[in-house]
C-alpha cells in the first residue's frame, strides 16, 4: 500500500505542484491524504491473490471483506469507507456518512472529515481529487467509457457545488494502463479522442494506443485546475499491481481519498 499526504497550513508544503491563485495562500483546514493499495497482503488466493478490493470479479466475499476490514484498521478508518458498484457511466454522487455501497456509480463526494472516498481499479484511471481550502474531497473512477462521457468533469462540478474552488483542486491520478501499453484499434483511439483530447497516442510497439491519464490532464487544466500529479506506474507491465489487460480474471486495487 503506498500512501501521499497533501499537508496545507498557512504556507503549504505537498506533493502537487504549487497552484497560481492567491487563494491557495488562505488559511486552510484539512490534512488531505490519498492512498493506493498494491495486490500484497491479503486472504484471497490466485488469480485475485491477494489484497484484493473488487467485490464483483468472483473472489470469495469473506477474502474481499477481510481485505477491506485489513485496509480499513491500517489506515484508522474502520467502518468509514464508502465504496461504489462501479457502471463506467457518469455519475457521481455526494454522500455525508459510511453507509451500503453507492450503486451505480463512478465518483463520489464529500466534504465530511475522515470519511474515506474509494474507487477501484485493475487499469482505469483512479482520480483522487481534493480542495484542502474549503473541506471537499471527490473519488472519480475514469475508464475509457466513463472519461469518454465526462465522468471527470462531473466530478469536478459536483466538487464546486459543496463549495471548491477550480483553481484550489489537487488532482492524483493513480496507476493505470499507460499509453505506451495500452493498445486499441483505432476506430476507437480516434473516437475517445473526439470527446477526451489529448488521450490518443501510439504504444510502444508503434501501435493505436490511449493515454487516459493524458486526456484527462488536459480536461482537468481546461476547466481551471492547476495542480495534477501523476503516479508514474503502470497496472500493464507491474506485477505488484492489478491489471485485467495482463490477465484476467484478476483482483482490484483500492485508491482512496480522505480529509483529516
Not at 67 to 72: I, S, T, V, Y
Not at 77 to 105: K, Y
Not at 187 to 213: F, I, N
Request: include cysteine.
Amino acid at each position: 500500500m503506498t500512501t501521499t499526504t497533501s499537508t496545507c497550513r498557512r504556507s503549504c508544503a505537498t506533493e502537487f505542484r504549487r497552484p497560481a491563485s492567491p487563494r491557495y495562500w488562505d488559511t486552510v483546514s484539512f490534512k488531505i491524504r490519498r492512498v493506493t493499495t498494491t495486490r500484497a497482503g491479503g486472504a484471497s488466493s490466485a488469480p485475485f491473490d491477494t489484497f484484493n478490493m473488487g467485490d464483483h470479479v468472483g473472489d470469495d466475499p469473506d477474502a474481499v471483506a477481510a481485505n477491506r476490514r485489513r485496509l480499513a484498521e491500517k489506515i484508522g478508518l474502520t467502518d468509514r469507507i464508502v465504496w461504489m458498484h462501479q457502471v463506467h457511466g457518469d455519475r457521481v454522487v455526494a454522500v455525508d456518512g459510511p453507509g451500503p455501497t453507492i450503486d451505480n456509480a463512478d465518483g463520489l463526494v464529500t466534504t465530511k472529515p475522515r470519511l474515506a472516498l474509494a474507487v477501484v481499479t485493475a487499469d482505469c484511471v483512479p482520480v483522487l481529487m481534493a480542495d484542502a481550502r474549503a473541506g471537499v474531497v471527490a473519488a472519480v473512477h475514469a475508464g475509457r467509457v466513463g472519461a469518454q462521457h465526462g465522468v471527470v468533469i462531473r466530478g469536478v462540478e459536483e466538487m464546486l457545488r459543496a463549495g471548491a474552488h477550480a483553481e484550489d483542486i489537487s488532482v492524483l491520478l493513480g496507476p493505470s494502463a499507460s499509453g505506451r501499453n495500452y493498445e486499441v484499434p483505432a476506430a476507437m483511439a480516434a473516437d475517445v479522442e473526439a470527446a477526451l483530447p489529448g488521450s490518443r497516442t501510439k504504444t510502444s510497439a508503434g501501435t493505436d494506443g490511449l493515454d487516459l491519464r493524458a486526456g484527462i490532464t488536459r480536461q482537468l487544466k481546461e476547466l481551471g485546475v492547476v495542480s495534477i500529479a501523476v503516479d508514474p506506474r503502470c497496472t500493464i507491465e507491474d506485477d505488484a499491481l492489478f491489471s485485467h489487460r495482463r490477465g484476467a480474471p484478476t483482483g482490484r486495487l483500492a485508491s482512496l481519498v480522505w480529509m483529516e
